[in-house]
């Protein structure tokens, strides 16, 4: 059964595409406003609420911006308040699970509604 929940997403302001990754990258999307994104490999990673989202954000980050967003079949993966280098395993791929920011989800697909 599909579920779909309000989510927040943090994206490349400028591109409106994945965070912390290369565009060769096989994890790289791109999210047009309205339109469901599925990812090639894996889910996609979002946050329960926005607070959650600017937190993850900061205020050293200024490229990134957050998004509201659908998402379908969302897992939460809460953890432990976050660490800069925290945020640095986690985009590396080097980590999962108990060294997530708070409030980290991932879905089967997403879909930005602003």
Known sequence: ???????????????????????????????PVGKFVKPMVGKIFCFSKKQYATKFVGRKIVRWSIHKAIAINPISIDTQAIHED?????????????????????????????
């Open 1 to 31: 059964m599909k579920k779909e929940v309000v989510v927040w997403k943090v994206l490349d302001y400028r591109t409106r595409a994945s965070v912390g990754l290369k565009s060769t990258s096989p994890l790289f999307l791109r999210y």
């Open 86 to 114: 925290q945020i640095v395993r986690f985009w590396s791929g080097k980590t999962y699970g108990w060294l997530t920011p708070d409030g980290t989800m991932v879905c089967d697909a997403l879909k930005c509604i602003d």
